[in-house]
């Protein structure tokens, strides 16, 4: 069971201004530990964000965003008490999701 | 109370507090804490912790001047320990040189006892005017051969203070490479050749 | 490079526009700093750790299965506003001077029940290997943003303390000859592109102490004032420093007084 995301959804005039903090490893895939055996991949692929019915952002990943990445972005069409849900999976087909109300 | 007011006697508070902590023996005994206070870690043995003549005369005198017989008595022991090339010559391979003063790893508890250690030169000095990630706790050796030519003087002046900069400047800030087993001769004959070989992007 | 380190550096890339490729790599390197700080706002990856901290202070756990409302950090049993910057201290019930998280231990284990040997099985968080203590510590360490630092040191305990950390500050050993001062002891210095803090002045002092505990990003790690003295004393080619040992605490005790009137800004967000 992962970490829950930290979200926050403010209005910045006609824009919702979104900051969203994830709790990952994100592994790469090319790390060795102290053994020097390497550690299995295991980052997140895809990252969708969902309001008033409609996909406001969907980003595709690689193993190059870093551990426990902070996700910022902005976008137009909703307003304070609407609902954004983001989603994201990994590449061990892990998910999880969350939500948060704009305020 | 006025703020800089404050900060003044918290200064002469402090500084009271430190030289109570000073005074002869009735201070704590730091040897003794540091001993309970660590556990051995791989390559990073307690003996560590037992401070040579230098280390304990330094400790002592750190937050002071070094009186003069102190200097002398520091630098005399520190320039008996300095063993010049064995085959007389200064110089190995510059690009050798380059990856032990680019090297930050080697003799902590965390490194692999089987690689040899770099000097970090790159840490405390400026060198390869193209390297721009440089410190400053040391002076700038940006064309270090090309400022200095390559006299007997200067190389034996070179080679000492890689070897044992204490020969020179007591309780220096610059570890003791040679004397401490830090580097071997091969790697100090290859900073040699990085400082001064014409061809050494220091000396660009 | 580490891949964090290359993460940072293409942040940095970006921002900077050529990176550093200008002499005067130190100062606008700096100023890229702050602008990457900058764009976190108040986010700061520190706060999974005060989460999960926060709801461990919560949580009825152990043999005895309490929560840490019991808990008397200076001011009090549960107070944890500005708790932080008045530790170290004494403390009667243990006859001992102690810093934050060796406090929290002693919660853990007298309140409730938890084994020491349990509590301080993972001090320092490595990937899915949480630390709990990491994350109380967090939890505490944010309640006292905003506080100023103080340290009265009325008990002569906390004052011998303070002496010895100040000794260790200065004591030079290992294959390198370093001491804490080595590198602490002058401003205006760095290594490589990592200013100096001088910690013996109040102005260093509190520059380093007010922000620690922090999100280390190379690491992806919150790291506390206990891990932060190990690791340099790694660094220094030194033994293992031991978790809430005398020069530990010492140490911590010597840095916060010196920092003292310094406003809490923790956890922060580093390299």
């Given at each position: ?27 790469t895939?090319q790390r ?31 193993a190059s965003?870093a551990k ?36 | ?204 | 490079m580490t891949r964090r380190a290359r993460a ?264």
């Amino acid at each position: 069971m992962s970490d829950p995301m930290r979200i926050r959804a403010v209005m910045l005039g006609d824009q919702v201004d979104v900051k969203i903090l994830m709790s990952h490893v994100m592994e790469t895939g090319q790390r060795k530990d102290a053994e020097g055996v390497v550690v299995p991949a295991h980052y997140i692929v895809k990252v969708t964000a969902q309001c008033n019915g409609r996909t406001v952002l969907s980003a595709d990943w690689g193993a190059s965003v870093a551990k426990n990445p902070y996700l910022s972005f902005r976008f137009k069409g909703a307003a304070k008490g609407d609902k954004l849900t983001v989603t994201w999976t990994d590449t061990l087909a892990g998910t999880r999701t969350d939500e948060a109300t704009i305020s | 109370m006025k703020p800089l007011l404050k900060l003044f006697l918290q200064a002469i508070v402090i500084g009271l507090l430190a030289r109570s902590a000073q005074a002869d023996g009735s201070g704590p005994n730091v040897a003794a804490a540091m001993r309970a206070s660590f556990e051995a870690k791989r390559q990073a043995t307690m003996a560590r912790l037992t401070q040579d003549e230098t280390q304990r005369l330094c400790t002592q005198h750190a937050a002071l001047p070094l009186p003069r017989k102190v200097a002398a008595r520091i630098t005399a022991l520190n320039r008996a320990t300095v063993k010049p090339p064995s085959d007389g010559a200064y110089f190995g391979d510059l690009k050798n040189g380059e990856v032990i003063a680019q090297t930050g790893t080697g003799l902590q508890s965390s490194d692999d006892p089987a690689k040899p250690a770099g000097g970090n030169c790159y840490a405390c000095h400026e060198l390869a005017g193209s390297e721009l990630a440089f410190g400053t706790i040391g002076p700038s050796l940006r064309q270090y051969g090309k400022l200095r030519g390559n006299s007997p003087a200067v190389l034996a002046y070179t080679w000492e203070k890689l070897y044992n900069s204490n020969a020179q400047m007591p309780c220096s800030n610059m570890p003791r490479f040679g004397a401490r087993g830090i580097l071997r001769e091969q790697q100090l004959k290859d900073l040699m050749a990085f400082l001064f070989d014409p061809a050494s992007p220091v000396n660009q | 490079m580490t891949r964090r380190a290359r993460a940072l550096a293409g942040a940095l890339g970006a921002l900077c526009g050529l990176g550093l490729t200008t002499l005067q790599a130190a100062p606008s390197t700096e100023d890229a700093i702050a602008e990457y700080h900058a764009m976190f706002g108040d986010e700061n990856p520190a706060e999974l750790w005060q989460i999960r901290g926060e709801a461990l202070w919560h949580e009825k756990r152990g043999p005895r299965h309490v929560d840490m409302s019991g808990c008397d950090l200076g001011l009090g049993a549960g107070v944890i506003a500005g708790a932080y910057a008045q530790l170290p201290r004494w403390f009667e019930d243990t006859q001992q001077v102690q810093d934050l998280e060796t406090r929290l231990v002693t919660c853990m284990t007298t309140l409730q029940g938890l084994s020491r040997e349990e509590v301080l099985k993972i001090k320092f968080g490595d990937g899915e290997k949480k630390s709990e203590l990491e994350a109380l510590t967090a939890y505490v360490v944010t309640a006292a943003k905003g506080a100023e630092i103080r340290l009265p040191m009325q008990h002569p305990a906390e004052r011998a303390a303070y002496a010895l950390g100040q000794g260790v500050f200065y004591y030079r050993a290992g294959p390198h000859d370093f001491a804490c001062a080595t590198c602490h002891g002058e401003t205006g210095k760095r290594i490589r592109l990592q200013t100096l803090p001088k910690l013996t002045e109040p102005a260093g002092a509190q520059n380093a102490y007010t922000h620690w505990p922090a999100y280390r990003v190379s690491q992806g790690e919150l790291r506390t004032m206990e891990w932060r003295l190990q690791d340099c004393f790694r660094q220094q080619r030194l033994p293992q420093l031991k978790f809430g040992s005398e020069v530990a605490i010492g140490l911590t005790m010597f840095l916060a007084k010196t920092a003292e009137g310094g406003v809490m800004a923790a956890p922060s967000i580093k390299r």
